[in-house]
């Protein structure tokens, strides 16, 4: 590293800059992070210091030489892992905001501002410096009062009232340092705040300097199989860690990250999964980067919406850390009460590790009359009266979220007003949900018309979003606002609170309760409307990728009242998850695609092949009965409909099932359907069928009827499999013969 840096510095005398360009880059790909974090020795921390001033530097001054040479993209590169080096750095956002709108993206580097104003916030308590500000305005072309005040925007929510739980987080980080590491699993109701906890633990631990990743799940249709996993694995902290994974995993994890296999690296294609079991393999590929740091804080919110294979992956990781007692882990989760169905993947994973002893429950609860006080004293920067107070508790009970939009919404200038009236602040007091409501709906209704606009369209996303989706969405519109309004609206929401940054690129709401308000607001045709931009936009963003946001599509196309655009959709995202043995994802969407099927009237095959990929995704997570089901649930329809062909197929599928001894067949429960069977195949010449069905009644007799009945319908099958050549029934038929023969002997 620092004879690249003396390498660097020479070719800078000899005016090479082309030289000094090639050294510094070397330099910093050298540079893999601080000097043995682990260690606080004086002599470590005098180096460690030493070797970051120098890695600072030589990143700026290549930085410079790359904007000189009109490289902005490298620039930009560069300029991001400065950031991520420094967060508290505001010259390096001051150099990413021009970068970024050098290189035509305001967009970014309006979020750039975004992101360091909430970093030096939430550190440090203070807002940009004056410089900054300035770039800021320059940027978004306005005059310095148009935009609402940073000190008054970007005031950080105070924790108030939490004093046990906080207690309760810490000592659970104690027993992961003592090698058990843990899982706290946060529940609460919508707003009482669980989130804010644990982003509140999130920003203790990078005070500490121990690397954290958050991720959240969602509601909306088209979750992606290990969705919040991949979140994590693209956090600054466990991309480093990817760079000391080896190839072999990497290739692994190119199934969820396939910008991996573009990398330099020499990453091969991982090969198709075709077996259950490899799945395996991809769960030990996902834990490397996770348990190649010393230390970890991961958080996961709303995970009553997180994906099957995530929750069946999350106590591998934690028994594997605590096997291997290197990675000092916590996993923290947020979720609501009610959402724990006993039996689902959620309530099996939280049985898992309670049994281990990694589990940890918090329950939150509403705050008292003291600590709603204390909130809304410090959000409003002004003391309540005790009237006022007792009003506020009452109105809100004691729910963070509530109190917090209520003052933000004036609620205490309305109580002043009230007073000098001598009439009650609200008139009759509503019930709780319809006095929030108004709250921030009153905080909506205060937005420009460009701002109220974009906030319906993001609520329609039902996720995160990035201002290119948002782009894309409003130029389909009947109204384009054009990038320099979207940008100044987009500013406005941020500014107001009403949404914030997230992961590296995107912003998602304050809280989903806005998000919800927001899309309530919407009128039916104009949701519709919404969601059909939304759908498209996302298919035009991420075209190379359209994997990763088919179920997304799929969802936004059904609630657009078109099915014929979200079918495709949704089998392609199915065929995906089953890819990569993504069991529970790949059958919850065939589970959607085909009632959407059914409603188009496709030809009865095609619902068929639906039908059977759902079920072969149920037995596949080893839920035999319910794959059954599926096949019952298709019967039913054969029958409503008058559809002798798939009525065929069913019962096919259902004695195929029953015939099955690999997970408790029960051959008797197939015959009375056999006889229906055999009808309908002979009736629609269909000899593959019929020759299956009689092997199966075969099969029955040897366990329930007689020889001569197994020997009667045994030939009768292999006599129509030698007559058209059915290579299957001419292999299994033989076998069964043998069988055929043991129970004559035995018997």
Same mark, same amino acid.
């Given at each position: ?40 020795d ?13 890695? $600072?530097r030589? !990143?700026?001054?290549?930085? /410079?030489?790359? &904007?000189?040479?009109? +490289?902005?993209?490298? *620039?930009? #590169?560069? =300029? ?11 010259a ?9 709108a ?9 979020? $750039?501002?975004? !992101?360091?104003?909430?970093? /030096?916030?939430? &550190?440090?308590?203070? +807002?940009?410096?004056? *410089?900054? #500000?300035? =770039? ?30 906080w ?44 690397p ?24 600054p ?47 030990e ?29 999350l ?66 920067g ?23 939009e ?82 100044r ?10 949404i ?8 998602d ?44 599509i ?78 019952r ?31 408790a ?83």
């Open positions: 590293f620092e004879g690249a840096l003396a390498q660097a510095e020479e070719a800078r005398a000899g005016n090479g800059s082309a030289a000094s360009q090639d050294s510094l880059e070397r330099a910093l790909s050298l540079y893999s992070g601080d000097l043995l974090p682990g260690s606080y004086d002599w470590v921390l005098v180096e460690r210091e030493r070797l970051q001033q120098k890695f $600072s030589a !990143a700026e001054d290549l930085i /410079l030489l790359l &904007e000189e040479q009109r +490289d902005y993209q490298g *620039a930009i #590169r560069h =300029a991001q892992r400065l950031v991520r080096h420094d967060s508290l750095h505001e390096t956002y001051r150099r990413l905001m021009r970068l970024y050098l290189a035509g993206d305001r967009a970014q580097a309006l979020r $750039s501002f975004h !992101a360091c104003a909430t970093v /030096l916030q939430r &550190e440090l308590g203070v +807002d940009p410096s004056p *410089a900054t #500000r300035e =770039a800021y305005e320059r940027l978004l072309k306005v005059e310095t009062a148009e935009a609402p005040a940073p000190a008054a925007v970007l005031q950080a929510i105070p924790l108030v009232g939490r004093d046990a739980e207690a309760r987080l810490q000592s659970a980080w104690r027993s992961a340092g003592r090698g058990k590491p843990q899982l706290v699993m946060m529940r609460g109701e919508p707003g009482v705040g669980t989130t804010r906890l644990a982003e509140e633990l999130l920003g203790w631990g990078e005070r500490q300097g121990v954290v990743a958050s991720a959240t799940c969602y509601a909306s249709e088209g979750r992606l199989a290990f969705g919040p996993v991949v979140s994590w694995l693209r956090s902290p466990l991309q480093k860690a990817l760079l000391s994974v080896k190839e072999v995993w990497l290739s692994e994890i190119s199934r969820l990250m396939p910008e991996l296999l573009g990398e330099q690296r020499a990453i091969l294609e991982p090969d198709p999964l075709t077996e259950s079991w490899q799945r395996q393999r991809l769960f590929a996902l834990t490397q980067p996770v348990l190649g740091r010393r230390k970890l804080l991961l958080m996961l919110d709303d995970v009553q919406w997180c994906d099957g294979e995530t929750l069946e992956w106590p591998h990781l934690l028994h594997m850390a605590e096997a291997g007692r290197r990675t000092q882990l916590l996993i923290v989760l947020t979720g609501r009460p009610e959402e724990r169905r006993e039996g689902g993947s959620l309530d099996l994973m939280l049985r898992d590790l309670d049994r281990s002893g990694q589990l940890a429950e918090l329950a939150l609860k509403a705050l008292d009359l003291e600590s709603v006080v204390t909130l809304a004293e410090k959000i409003a002004q003391q309540l009266g005790q009237e006022a107070a007792a009003d506020l508790c009452r109105e809100t009970e004691g729910n963070p979220l509530f109190v917090i209520m003052v933000r919404a004036g609620w205490l200038d309305q109580e002043r007003e009230a007073e000098s009236s001598k009439a009650p602040a609200t008139g009759v007091l509503q019930p709780l949900p319809p006095a929030v409501y108004k709250a921030i709906m009153a905080r909506l209704a205060d937005l420009s018309p460009e701002a109220r606009n974009l906030v319906g369209l993001a609520a329609t996303i039902g996720r995160e979003f990035t201002f290119d989706v948002l782009a894309h969405a409003c130029k389909a519109l009947e109204v384009d606002v054009g990038e320099e309004l979207l940008v609206a987009l500013d406005e929401l941020w500014q107001r609170r009403i914030r940054e997230r992961g590296q690129d995107a912003y709401f304050s809280h989903g309760k806005i998000r919800d308000v927001a899309y309530a607001d919407l009128s039916t045709a104009r949701r519709r409307l919404y969601h059909r931009h939304v759908g498209e936009a996302l298919q035009a963003v991420y075209v190379g990728n359209l994997d990763a946001v088919s179920g997304q799929a969802g936004h196309a059904e609630m657009a009242g078109s099915p014929e655009r979200a079918l495709p959709f949704y089998t392609k995202a199915a065929e995906h998850a089953a890819r990569i043995n993504a069991f529970h994802n790949a059958e919850m969407l065939y589970a959607r695609a085909g009632p959407v099927a059914e409603q188009l009237g496709r030809p009865g095959d095609e619902i068929v092949e639906l039908y059977s990929a759902r079920s072969q995704m149920l037995e596949n997570a080893g839920r035999h009965d319910a794959a059954i089901q599926v096949y649930d298709l019967m039913s329809l054969a029958l409503e409909r008058g559809d002798a062909a798939i009525e065929k197929a069913a019962i096919a599928s259902l004695v195929s099932c029953y015939s099955d001894p690999k997970d067949g029960d051959p008797e429960c197939a015959q009375p359907l056999i006889e229906r069977g055999l009808l309908l195949a002979r009736e629609f010449g269909d000899e593959d069928t019929e020759s299956w069905l009689l092997w199966s009644k075969m099969v029955g007799a040897l366990h329930y009827g007689t020889a001569d009945d197994a020997q009667m319908a045994g030939e009768a099958s292999l006599a129509i499999a030698r007559k058209y050549g059915l290579q299957e029934r001419l292999a299994y038929v033989p076998v069964s013969y043998t069988h055929l023969r043991a129970h004559e002997t035995s018997s």
